[in-house]
């Protein structure tokens, strides 16, 4: 092996340890689930129009839920 190898391998390793950390750091935030029943035609065009518009389902319903707090949040 020649001393390209070594430093790529230290490089892969540190970012092996950093996609540790960001996995850890992102399951920490979201610690909790809602589970909700819909109708499945309606859950499947709301996650096809979630895909169409690059974005998930997730993120959508987080986003409508972090902004409905704010509406309703008291001053």
Do not use: P, W, Y
Not at 13 to 26: E, L, P, Y
Not at 47 to 52: A, F, G, I, S, W
């Amino acid at each position: 092996m020649g001393k390209h190898d070594d430093t790529s391998d230290e490089t892969m390793n540190a970012k092996s340890k950093q996609k540790v950390k960001d996995k850890a750091r992102r399951k920490s935030k979201k610690d909790s689930q809602l589970v909700l029943r819909l109708d499945k035609e309606e859950r499947d065009a709301f996650v096809d129009l979630c895909k169409d518009l690059d974005t998930s389902a997730a993120r959508e319903i987080r986003r409508f839920i972090r902004e409905f707090m704010k509406e309703h949040a008291e001053d």
